[in-house]
């Protein structure tokens, strides 16, 4: 079994994911991203890579290997949750698996804004990482680090997946002005 640990942050974090080059990226199945997705991946500037299940992690050369280490971590942790190293619900990484679907959303990691802008040019919904927001401060990067994941898995997988259970448009009619804070 695997033992992720994600909500423990520490230097040197350790995670069965490795970082690999966004280009040469493969799932467990050895399939590599579609050429639309790499190029639009290298146009963002995205070097580094990882896949946890089908979903893409693209960094920068300069954002936080440790970081990007974590957030993995995090999303194997929600994908996972008996941690035996297999997902629990296929339906659910088939939202974000993005090897075999270019559509599916991604998680973007810089290190300052600008280099979380949106990138057109990479299919799917970039969610930004945003942990540059915290300054280097390792008490609050890991808190964003779970709400951003979190909000990944919760918008594009769960919620699509079993959306009268944990469905988020619903919320969305039943309390309109709040929707600014999804």
Not at 52 to 61: H, K
Not at 104 to 127: C, F, R
């Amino acid at each position: 079994t695997y033992n992720y640990r994600p909500l423990k942050y520490f230097p040197n974090l350790l995670s069965p994911f490795k970082i690999q080059n966004c280009q040469n990226l493969q799932d467990a199945n050895g399939n590599k991203l579609n050429r639309k997705v790499r190029k639009g991946l290298a146009k963002a500037g995205k070097k580094k890579c990882i896949e946890v299940f089908g979903l893409l992690i693209a960094g920068t050369q300069r954002a936080s290997s440790n970081f990007m280490r974590y957030f993995a971590n995090i999303a194997a942790q929600l994908l996972d949750t008996d941690c035996d190293g297999k997902p629990d619900d296929q339906n659910v990484v088939s939202m974000i698996n993005k090897f075999e679907n270019e559509d599916a959303p991604w998680l973007n990691i810089g290190h300052d804004h600008s280099s979380e802008a949106e990138y057109p040019m990479v299919p799917g919904y970039g969610y930004s990482g945003q942990i540059w927001k915290a300054g280097g401060n390792t008490r609050w990067a890991p808190v964003i680090a779970l709400e951003e994941m979190f909000h990944l898995v919760h918008q594009q997988a769960w919620a699509k997946v079993y959306p009268k259970i944990i469905g988020y448009k619903e919320w969305i009619k039943a309390f309109p002005n709040e929707q600014q804070s999804l």
